[in-house]
């Protein structure tokens, strides 16, 4: 069954630490990916996606993400996080531009001022 | 237009009572999709519309499920019967086919609690 796995439940990092969150997905051939944002009481926004082509993608707010096939993985990186980067992130995918999107469990990230 | 809207955003009802949650999709949006997502989960699909027709539901929707999308505009989720189990966050979204290799939008959600 397709699947995507986040391997950090909750992460906590005090402001202007470096942040990377792993994702990895399970094969199912062409895939599409992307990492959602949800701030606290807010609903789903998305960061950043990755179709082809170039496998570092940039997103909203200084985050990026690469594509590394090989591994199956997708991860989400910042290189200086901010208080206001609290939220949970989920990453996601699916296995054509038409069809349902398959989330991870979500991660927790919480920022030290 | 300001966004996939969802109706009601937070609905408590006792076990064994009917609910319906309705969905406004962006304008022209012709792919509507409903997720659910309990505490501490990703969103889990389903099912979605290409228009007016379903073109598919998740294992996920029992026969206490269904849903509607009568005129390929805004659709509705109902569920019948409801059980504690039902608490959970309804999330609707929408695309367009030809319009950022349909990328989904999504609403703020309606956040069920069966007690």
């Known amino acids: 069954a397709q699947s995507v796995s986040q391997h950090n439940h909750h992460v906590i990092l005090s402001e202007a630490a470096s942040l990377e969150l792993g994702c990895n997905y399970s094969?199912?051939?062409?895939?599409?990916l992307f990492w959602y944002v949800q701030y606290p009481g807010q609903h789903l926004q998305l960061l950043l996606k990755?179709?082809?082509?170039?496998?570092l993608v940039k997103g909203i707010k200084g985050f990026e993400a690469e594509f590394i096939k090989s591994k199956f993985s997708f991860n989400l990186r910042k290189p200086s996080v901010q208080w206001s980067d609290t939220a949970e992130y989920f990453c996601?995918?699916?296995?054509?531009?038409?069809?349902?999107?398959?989330f991870g469990s979500g991660t927790r990230l919480s920022i030290r001022p | 237009d300001t966004g996939v809207s969802q109706d009601p955003r937070h609905k408590i009802t006792k076990r064994g009572q009917n609910v319906t949650f309705r969905c406004d999709p962006i304008?022209?949006?012709?792919?509507l999709y409903w997720y659910r997502q309990t505490l501490g989960q990703g969103p889990e699909f389903l099912t979605y519309?290409?228009?007016?027709?379903?073109?598919?539901k998740s294992r996920l929707l029992s026969d206490r499920f269904s849903a509607e999308r009568p005129k390929g505009s805004f659709s509705t989720l109902e569920i019948q019967r409801t059980e504690q189990g039902d608490s959970a966050m309804y999330l609707c979204?929408?695309?367009?086919?030809?319009?950022?290799?349909?990328?989904?939008?999504f609403g703020p959600g309606t956040r069920l609690t069966v007690l």
């Open positions: 304008s022209e949006h012709n792919r």
């Open positions: 519309f290409q228009n007016e027709a379903q073109l598919e």
């Open positions: 996601a995918s699916r296995w054509s531009s038409a069809s349902k999107i398959i």
């Open positions: 990755y179709f082809s082509g170039d496998p």
């Open positions: 094969y199912g051939g062409t895939v599409n």
């Open positions: 979204a929408s695309s367009h086919d030809y319009q950022n290799y349909n990328e989904q939008f």
